[in-house]
T-cell receptor
Framework: EDQVTQSPEALRLQEGESSSLNCSYT??????LFWYRQDPGKGPEFLFT???AGEEKEKERLKATLTKKESFLHITAPKPEDSATYLC??????????????FGQGTTLQVKP | GAGVSQSPRYKVAKRGQDVALRCDPI?????LFWYQQALGQGPEFLTY????????KSGLPSDRFFAERPEGSVSTLKIQRTQQEDSAVYLC????????????FGEGSRLTVL
């Protein structure tokens, strides 16, 4: 069964304290892995797409990496405005052209000033 | 606006009532998705449209759930005879092409069934 598990469920950091969020996945063929950010009361906002092991993407203080079994979202020197829930999702090969995504439960990040 | 628009933002229904949730996608986006998000969980896929064709409805939890996109633009998700377990946020997303995985989500419609 295709599955996405994120850890930790919640993470509290001090401003400037770097850390990583983990996304472990089991899928019968990976078309792509995606990271989204979700603020309270809002819909998810796209951050990154990763397609193959070894690939890395960066945006401001965020860097996403991918291996054959997991992905990491590294947050360098976070600021309070980085506080949000970060969602990981996989797109199985069998999804064809439908674009169906399987999401993890998310990691809720709180950055304190 | 330029984003995905959903209405109503909040809906309270008595158990057994029918509800309709509307999604207005980004203009020109071929693909439209509906996801269900329970409190504290990630979104779960419900159904997918490419233009007016519903190509995947494997995630619809029961035959009480029905979605349509008759003209390939606005979509409606209808839930008949609502149950308490239907309480969730219903998210609509659109994209230029379905397989990109880069989805643009609306703010969601929060349904509470009493």
């Amino acid at each position: 069964e295709d599955q996405v598990t994120q850890s930790p469920e919640a993470l509290r950091l001090q401003e400037g304290e770097s850390s990583s969020l983990n996304c472990s996945y089991t899928v019968s063929g990976l078309r792509g892995l995606f990271w989204y950010r979700q603020d309270p009361g809002k819909g998810p906002e796209f951050l990154f797409t990763l397609y193959s092991a070894g690939e890395e993407k960066e945006k401001e203080r965020l860097k996403a990496t991918l291996t054959k079994k997991e992905s990491f979202l590294h947050i360098t020197a976070p600021k309070p405005e980085d506080s949000a829930t970060y969602l990981c999702a996989v797109q199985p090969l069998y999804s064809g052209n439908t674009g169906k995504l399987i999401f993890g439960q998310g990691t809720t990040l709180q950055v304190k000033p | 606006g330029a984003g995905v628009s959903q209405s109503p933002r909040y809906k309270v229904a008595k158990r057994g009532q029918d509800v309709a949730l509307r999604c207005d996608p980004i203009s020109g986006h071929v693909s439209l998705f509906w996801y269900q998000q329970a409190l504290g969980q990630g979104p779960e896929f419900l159904t997918y449209f490419q233009n007016e064709a519903q190509l995947d409805k494997s995630g619809l939890p029961s035959d009480r759930f029905f979605a349509e996109r008759p003209e390939g633009s606005v979509s409606t998700l209808k839930i008949q005879r609502t149950q308490q377990e239907d309480s969730a946020v219903y998210l609509c997303a659109s994209s230029l092409q379905g397989h990109t995985g880069e989805l643009f989500f609306g703010e969601g419609s929060r349904l509470t069934v009493l």
